[in-house]
């Protein structure tokens, strides 16, 4: 190629130019994505707390008021405030003659695909689980999923037995799965046929759950009772 096409040729783009665009569209694209992030924040927060408060009357039906209430370190529930935003919770439910009828709890742990988050209703008077709601799920459609839509299976939880031994220590029977059509005691969970580890799932996240907190509700009923 002579010399006079190659002057006639325009400069090859500098690296550094190159390089400066690029940053300056990455830096944008961040500033955009954290923008979006904070003004979105609030409404999925909200969201998040009016689904919340609508599973907690689902799993506790009699209840028309909720006061959220966390374990302190000397072993007592006390009402939660804004200071304790990130604290592990329960929510007493009581009844318009501001009766305490049971309290909801929020448990999780791993399922077949990813981390299943529900919330269970916990009567007083029955000692026992009186209803569940998936608040959160990956498992597999058609399948796991179904731990949140199956009747037979939503069935379990409508007296699902979690009585203490007499010192009041720990449940007196562990809530257990079992094969489809081979419950025979209520503190057993009738699991789904094709989603058998979805079952087993929610029934260890139970039995786990309702293990540590049972016992320190019934060994603390006292400070539910709600102070007009």
């Known amino acids: 190629m002579s010399q006079v096409e190659l002057a006639g040729r325009p400069a090859p783009p500098s690296t550094w130019h190159m390089y400066r665009a690029m940053v300056g569209i990455g ?18 927060e909200r969201n998040k707390a009016e689904a919340l408060q ?47 009828l049971g309290l909801a709890v929020e448990a999780q742990g ?25 608040l959160e799920t990956k498992e597999t459609p058609g399948l796991g999923d179904k731990i ?37 005691h209520p503190w057993e969970v009738d699991s789904i046929t094709g989603a058998t580890i979805s079952s087993t799932a ?5 039995n786990r759950s309702a293990q540590y907190w049972v016992p320190r509700i019934q060994n603390n009923l006292s400070d539910f009772q709600e102070r007009e």
């Not at 929610?202 to 139970?206: G, S």
């Open 27 to 44: 830096v944008l694209c961040g500033l955009i994505i954290v923008t979006v992030f904070q003004l979105t924040r609030p409404i999925i």
């Open 202 to 206: 929610v029934a260890d996240i139970l």
């Open 148 to 184: 949140q839509s199956d009747p037979d299976f939503l069935q379990n939880f409508q007296r699902l037995d979690v009585s203490l031994v007499a010192d009041r220590s720990k449940l007196a029977h562990p809530i257990v799965p079992v094969r489809h059509g081979q419950k025979t």
């Open 110 to 134: 791993m399922g077949y695909q990813d981390v299943i988050r529900l919330i269970y209703g916990y009567s007083f008077a029955k000692q026992a689980i009186i209803g569940i709601q998936v």
């Open 54 to 100: 609508k599973a907690i009357f689902h799993v506790l039906p009699q209840a028309s008021t909720s006061i959220a209430y966390r374990l302190d370190e000397s072993g007592d529930f006390k009402p939660v405030d804004g200071e304790n935003v990130g604290a592990a919770r329960v929510y007493a439910g009581y009844d318009g003659e501001h009766e305490l």
